[in-house]
């Protein structure tokens, strides 16, 4: 069955941990996404990755990290550095080389929410 | 740059009535252009969207969207709205950087249905 499968759907964190956010794709794309979501606010993008070992960071990469070790996977770290870090987190993947459209298909979504 | 303004963080209709969510987008190529829906806690399923030809795009649920190069709209519409379309609503444009696509998302737009 192809897709993305984020885990986990909830996750509750203690301020000071770090905890680590699941993207998993097997839909063969090359491009990966991790977006922020708040109330009010749409999408902000915080990392992609285009190809394996390689990423850029987005709008708001700050207390956050990602690596890219394999092309089904890329896992999001929410560090201590990140100040609010409460919001709901939504992976997403496409298929990116020229002449393709940027048309993106995502996760169902990680919501985190720190104590 | 591209960017995507949606009109109206919240829009209320009641059940049977038309639905109009309104997006504009600024460009300086011709666009690829976005319409997704996000239902709570639930990531985004796409729901029609514009690369080239037919200016007029149906898309899942009945919804359709026209557009207008003119205008630099893209509006969303759906003559009867049904209870079940109360959701999040998205219009996107894609942005050309770096040899890449990527989607530039609007705030959203909150539908609610009323009896």
């Known amino acids: 069955d192809g897709g993305i499968t984020q885990s986990p759907k909830y996750l509750f964190r203690k301020e000071g941990q770090n905890v680590t956010l699941s993207c998993e794709q097997n839909l063969n794309h090359d491009a990966m996404y991790w977006y922020r979501q708040d109330p009010g606010q749409g999408l902000r993008l915080i990392y992609y990755s285009q190809i394996v070992n390689d990423f850029q960071k987005g709008d708001i990469a700050e207390g956050y990290s990602v690596s890219r070790e394999k092309k089904e996977s890329f896992p999001l770290t929410v560090t201590s550095a990140q100040k609010n870090p409460t919001a709901f987190y939504l992976c997403?993947?496409?298929?990116?080389?020229?002449?393709?459209?940027?048309?993106?298909?995502f996760g169902e979504g990680s919501r985190l929410t720190v104590l | 740059a591209q960017s995507v303004t949606q009109l109206g963080s919240h829009v209320s209709v009641s059940e049977g009535a038309l639905v109009l969510l309104r997006c504009n987008y600024s460009s300086s190529v011709p666009p690829y252009l976005f319409w997704y829906v996000q239902y709570p806690n639930q990531g985004l399923q796409l729901l029609l969207k514009?690369?080239?030809?037919?200016?007029l795009v149906k898309g899942i649920n009945g919804f359709e969207a026209e557009f207008k190069k003119s205008e630099t709209s893209f509006h969303l519409t759906k003559p009867s709205a049904h209870m079940s379309d109360a959701a999040e609503y998205f219009c996107?444009?894609?942005?050309?950087?770096?040899?890449?696509?990527?989607?530039?998302f609007g705030a959203g737009t909150r539908l609610a249905v009323h009896p």
């Open positions: 996107a444009v894609t942005m050309f950087s770096g040899g890449y696509n990527k989607l530039i």
């Open positions: 514009y690369t080239t030809g037919a200016t």
């Open positions: 997403a993947v496409s298929d990116p080389g020229q002449g393709r459209t940027g048309e993106l298909f």
